[in-house]
C-alpha cells in the first residue's frame, strides 16, 4: 500500500511537485510558454494575435488576442489540470481537430511562473481578472469588458532555478520565440500577427489573403521567385507548398518547414521523403529548402505523440511518404508526370520523334572517335540520345533557335521567347538518365553489345563487389564479366550510350555500388548507377557542335521538361527571358 507519510520507500509525492514535472515535460523555455499560448488563441477563433516579450520570455511574455474569450464561471476552471473544452471522451483523441486539447498547458505555466489573466467574451458587460501563484487562483476581479484573452506569463521558472540556469542567451531565447512565431503565422495567414521585444517591434504579418503571400511576408518574394509549386492529392491527404529549384539550392537548411493540419511538426518520414524526391537533382552538399502543408483525415493522424506535439504519427506511413516524395520529383522533373509523379505513357507526338531519331541515323553511317553506330531497332523500343561524337539530329521546330557554342562548351539558343545558355554535358546528362530511368521504370533497358569487349583491371575487393551485383546490372543494360582473378570485360552497355571510357566509368561504378548497401530503396539504387551512365555518355565539354546539333539537343532537353541541374546536381541552363533584357538596356518603360 502507498503511503503519504514516507514511513516506508515508496510514497506519494506532492501536489506541487507533481505540478512541477507535468509542467517540466510541457515547458521547455520561454518559446514553448509562446507556443503554448498561441495556440490557445487560434482554437478561440481570434484573428489578431499580438506578442510582447521582455529579455527573451523569463522576465515576461504577454500574449493578447481578439478571440472569444471566456465567462467568470470557466476563466478558473482553465488552470486545473486536465480542464479542457476541446474533448469530451477518450474517442475524441482520435480525431483531433484543434491545436491544444490535453488541458495541461496553463496550470503548466502557472505552476513554474506568476500568471495574470484577463478575459471576456462578446457582449459581456464586465469582463474577468485573475492572478495565478504557485499554480492556485489567488484573486479573481472584475475588468474591462474587452472581447478576447490577455495573459501575462512572469518571471518564468522562478521557482525552478535549476531549470533557469540552463537557459541559452537573451538573444538566443528570443530566437526561439520568433522561430515560434514566424511557424505559426505560415500556417495561419489569415490571422493578424505581431510581435513585439523589449518595446521593438519584431514583426508584424498582416492578414494575408494566400498562404503564398503569408510565405512572402515571412521569407520575402525572393524566396518564391526561386521556388517551384507542387501539389498532389490521394484519398484522404493531400500536399501543397513550395521547394527550392535545385539550381537555388544551398548547403542551408532553412527555410524546411513542414505544418500538418496547420501544425508545424518534425517528422522523419516526410523528411526523408523529400530527400528521396530531390535525389538526383540536388548538388553534394546542397539541402533541400521548403515550405510544405499536409492536410490528412485525423482519423489518420496521432498527434498525441509527444508532450509538446511537436511530432505526429501516420496511420499510413508509407502512403505519406509516396506522396510527398513523389510530387517533389514530380516537380523538379518539369511536371511531366501524373499528379503522384508516376511515369505517363509516352506521348505520340514525343514517339514519332524519338522514332525519327533512329530513321535518320543510318546504321551504316561511320561515327567519329570510333564508337559503334546507333543501331535502328524496332519501333517499340525507346531509343536514346546518342553518344557525344555522333551528330545530333532530331525533328525540328520553331521554338528553338541555335545561335551558336562558346567555348566549345556553353550552347546559345533563342528557346521560346528567352535566351538561354546550356552546359552541353549536364544538359545532354540530363536528358540520357531521365531517358534512361523512363526505360528502367517501363520494360527495362536494353543492352548493346560491344564489338570489341573492353578489359579493366581492378582490385580483388572490386571485382567482387562488381561479382556480387553482377546481375541486378544486367537489368540495367551492363554486360559485366570476370576475365581473369580480377580483370573483367565490359560486353555491353545501354542502347544509345555509344563508346564510354570503362576505366574511368568502372570507377565511378564502384563509388556507386559502395553506396548501395546504405541507399534507402531500390530505386535510389538505381539512380546511383544511372546517373554515372548519363555521366559518362554524355557529350563532353570541348566538343565542338554544330548549329542543327545544338537545336536537336536543345529539343531534347525540352522533352525531358528543361531540368535545371544534371542528375549530380550541376546546373544545366541559364535564362534571359525579354522582360530581364529590357531591363538590363534599360527599355522596360519607355
Known sequence: ??????????????????????????????????????ENSLDAGSRCVTIDVRDGGLVLIRVSDDGEGMSREDAPYAFQRHATSKLRSDLDLWSIRTMGFRGEALPSIAAVAHVRLMTATRFAEVG?????????????????????TRIEVAELFHNQPARKKFLKSTLTEFLHVSRVVQQTSLAWPSVHFRLTHNGEEIFNYPSAPSEDDRIAQVYRRTFLDQCLRIKA????????????????????????????????????????AVGEGYSSFLAKGSQPRFVLFLEIDPDRLDVNVHPTKREVRFSDNDLIHQLVR?????????????????????????????????????????????????????????PLVSEATEPYVQVPSAEVTAL?????????????????VIDQHTAHERVLFERLHRAWATRGIQAQPLLI?????????????????????????????????????????????????????????????????SASSLEARVRLVLASLACHGAVRAGRSMKPEEIKALLEDWRTEGEITTCPHGRRTSFRLGITDLEKMFGRAGW
Not at 492556485?136 to 478576447?148: C, L, M, Y
Not at 573483367?488 to 568502372?506: C, E, H, M, N, Q
Request: a negative charge; charged letters at 20%; hydrophobic letters at 40%.
Open 233 to 272: 492529392s490521394l484519398p484522404g491527404a493531400c500536399v501543397r507548398g513550395y521547394i527550392v529549384d535545385a539550381v537555388h539550392a544551398k548547403s542551408a537548411r532553412i527555410p524546411q518547414e513542414l505544418f500538418v493540419n496547420r501544425r508545424p511538426v518534425r517528422n522523419a518520414a516526410i523528411s526523408h
Open 404 to 420: 551558336g557554342q562558346i567555348n566549345r562548351t556553353f550552347l546559345i539558343a533563342q528557346v521560346g521567347g528567352d535566351l538561354t
Open 1 to 38: 500500500m502507498l503511503r503519504a507519510d514516507g514511513s516506508g520507500k515508496i510514497c506519494i509525492l506532492p501536489e506541487e511537485v507533481i505540478a512541477r514535472i507535468a509542467a517540466g515535460e510541457v515547458v521547455e523555455r520561454p518559446a514553448t510558454v509562446v507556443k503554448e499560448l498561441i
Open 326 to 382: 513523389r510530387a517533389v520529383r514530380h516537380a523538379l522533373s518539369g511536371g511531366k508526370a501524373d499528379e503522384l509523379g508516376k511515369t505517363p505513357p509516352i506521348e505520340p507526338s514525343v514517339r514519332r520523334a524519338l522514332d525519327s531519331l533512329v530513321t535518320t541515323l543510318p546504321a551504316s553511317e561511320s561515327i567519329e572517335a570510333g564508337s559503334a553506330p546507333l543501331q535502328p531497332g524496332p519501333k517499340t523500343q525507346l
Open 128 to 148: 474577468t481578472e485573475l492572478e495565478v501563484v504557485g499554480g492556485a487562483v489567488e484573486r479573481i476581479t472584475e475588468a474591462p469588458p474587452i472581447t478576447g
Open 453 to 517: 569487349p573492353d578489359p579493366v583491371e581492378l582490385s580483388p575487393p572490386q571485382a567482387a563487389l562488381l561479382q556480387r551485383y553482377q546481375n541486378d546490372l544486367q537489368q540495367l543494360g551492363m554486360e559485366i564479366e570476370p576475365f581473369g582473378s580480377s580483370t573483367v570485360l565490359i560486353r555491353a552497355i545501354p542502347v544509345g550510350l555509344g563508346k564510354i571510357d570503362p576505366t574511368t566509368f568502372l570507377q565511378d561504378l564502384m563509388d556507386d555500388l559502395t553506396q548501395w548497401d
